[in-house]
């Protein structure tokens, strides 16, 4: 089995029975932000895109690039498709071009010409990507492999019990906005970064741990941001609040644990595994360590070579001729109207400040209010509100343009925004902006409400705690993530925090916790 990295979350998988190229992103996603980093722009894509399957984890921008895959990817290959609650991701790939497709059915191992078996893990939460995020499992010769990507199962059971894994490839960075974006004194925005970034490795070296393969990947990240008004999000500054950690940062903490095994690839890196998988060779286009030494000046002359790439696409957003409330209130009254579990779980306004500039800095020209209770989107009327978000106007006029459907996976993710809110982190106000359609909002309901019925019976023992064995959060098993502080559980998988005498989530609004202490005869 041969294992070429191809930056980023992707990958090409050479097998004697057909090869899988996972994941192609090169294009700049979420309005220009972010870059893949290192650098894959160069590679020979159309080799590498010369592929019999395709594997597409899911939505989000930097692991599905339409242009990428309509310039560079045969589309004769087969689309091996994740069980998705909607088609979106078919779809898209059908509007590209790709006409042939292996419907898996999460969980179950398929095998493929020539002896070939994958296996996809569907995961389909309201919070897992863009509403669904996926792992590929591929076998060939007795070589087994587990791209588990950035997908966060609650635990890697159904991947043990196929054989031993000799290659994992996991994400261990940061991907999102949090503390950067909040408008919070610098001191604590470092703590709480801190925080992520150690909660980021925690999480990395208990997957690690559960699968036990020969070799660990380092994958899916970090991005790199290229825009002068995002430069600092690059972890070049010497900032331990950073959540972006890079795979040499990687190297040296999974040693710190004991770790010996990870194999960093460098766009264009080829990875032998050899001896039934135990065994790997892996060439580089130039030495790994000499790299990432120099990073920075690697990060300069890609800052400088895409800077036309930025301009051009900033170009495109503005449309001042939109009218931005008459469009929201179009677009997002009538999901107000449906929505029961995110609209109760938000429970509060939402505002929307607009500047003239493409992100939160300038002059703020309107205000607008998404209020929840009252079901409404109307111009702020000088309220108390739960979160404040600010970002440019031409960004919201750009999602307007191209109905955008799901603005986590645009403008969230940009990071091209600040935020504010009063009490703790809600999930459902990001759940709810990323189900801007009928066909995502009716899912994410269903998927609440069936998730509140259900009764987690099961128990764990915490010191002298009994504990529901389940994360009230997304189900995470507390017995393999939970540890316990005093009094205040936290589950590693997200970082969430309980408080158990009072049961209460000190991390998001709801999601109580069933705990009481064990009785002593
Ligand atoms: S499952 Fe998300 S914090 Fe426990």
């Not at 939460?125 to 590929?136: A, F």
């Not at 989107?377 to 307007?400: N, P, Q, S």
Request: overall charge negative.
């Amino acid at each position: 089995m041969r294992i070429t990295g191809t930056g980023h979350a992707s990958m090409r998988i050479d097998t004697a029975a057909g090869s899988i190229l996972t994941d192609p992103w090169v294009n700049p996603a979420y309005f220009a932000s972010w870059f893949p980093f290192p650098d894959n722009s160069q590679l020979d894509w159309e080799t590498l895109g010369d592929v019999d399957y395709l594997y597409v984890s899911h939505l989000h921008r930097d692991h599905f690039d339409a242009e990428h895959l309509k310039r560079f990817v045969n589309k004769k290959a087969t689309v091996l498709l994740p069980e998705y609650p909607t088609s979106q991701l078919e779809d898209e790939l059908r509007d590209l071009g790709f006409t042939s497709f292996l419907r898996t059915k999460s969980d179950e191992v398929h095998e493929l010409d020539g002896g070939l078996k994958i296996m996809i893990q569907a995961l389909i939460s309201p919070t897992d990507g863009p509403i669904g995020d996926s792992s590929l499992w591929v076998e060939h010769d007795g070589i087994r492999l587990l791209n588990q990507n950035d997908a966060r199962p609650a635990d890697l059971t159904r991947f043990t019990e196929l054989g031993h894994v000799h290659a994992h490839m996991l994400q261990f960075s940061g991907a999102i906005w949090y503390p950067m974006v909040y408008e919070l004194p610098e001191n604590a925005k470092t703590a709480f970064g801190k925080q992520k970034r150690e909660r980021q490795f925690d999480r990395t070296w208990r997957y690690i741990d559960d699968l036990k393969a020969d070799f660990v990947f380092p994958i899916a990240g970090p991005p790199c941001f290229l825009d002068d008004s995002l430069w600092q999000f690059n972890d070049i500054h010497g900032d331990e609040g950073n959540i972006f950690p890079d795979q040499s940062v990687f190297l040296s903490e999974y040693a710190k644990v004991g770790g010996t095994n990870a194999v960093v690839q460098l766009p264009g890196s080829v990875t032998v595994l050899t001896d039934g998988g135990t065994k790997q060779t892996t060439e580089h286009p130039m030495p790994v360590e000499e790299f990432f030494a120099n990073k920075k000046a690697h990060l300069e002359e890609m800052r400088e070579r895409k800077a036309p790439i930025i301009a051009a696409e900033k170009e495109s957003w503005r449309h001042p001729e939109i009218d931005v409330l008459g469009a929201m209130k179009k677009r997002i009254e009538p999901l107000l109207e449906e929505s029961i579990y995110m609209a109760n779980g938000v429970g509060g306004p939402v505002r929307f400040d607009l500047t003239d500039s493409f992100g939160p800095d300038g002059e703020v020209v309107e205000s607008i209010v998404v209020d929840f209770p009252g079901k409404q989107v109307r111009k702020y009327a000088d309220e108390k509100v739960r979160y404040r978000f600010k970002t440019g106007r031409a960004l919201i006029e750009h999602l307007i343009h191209v109905d955008e459907g799901d603005w986590v996976n645009s403008l969230f993710l940009s990071c091209r925004f600040s935020a504010a809110r009063i009490g703790q982190y809600n999930e459902f106000v990001y759940a709810f902006f990323k189900c801007l359609s009928e066909e995502r909002l009716q899912y994410a309901e269903g998927w609440y409400d069936e998730h509140e019925k259900a009764v987690d019976a099961e128990d764990t023992q915490f010191g002298d705690w009994t504990v529901q064995r389940r994360c009230p959060h997304l189900k995470a098993d507390l017995s393999r993530f939970g540890v316990l502080d005093g009094n205040v559980l936290t589950c590693q998988l997200h970082g969430w925090k309980f408080d158990l005498p009072s049961g209460r989530c000190l991390t998001g609004v709801g999601h109580k916790i069933r705990a009481h202490k064990t009785e002593t005869p």
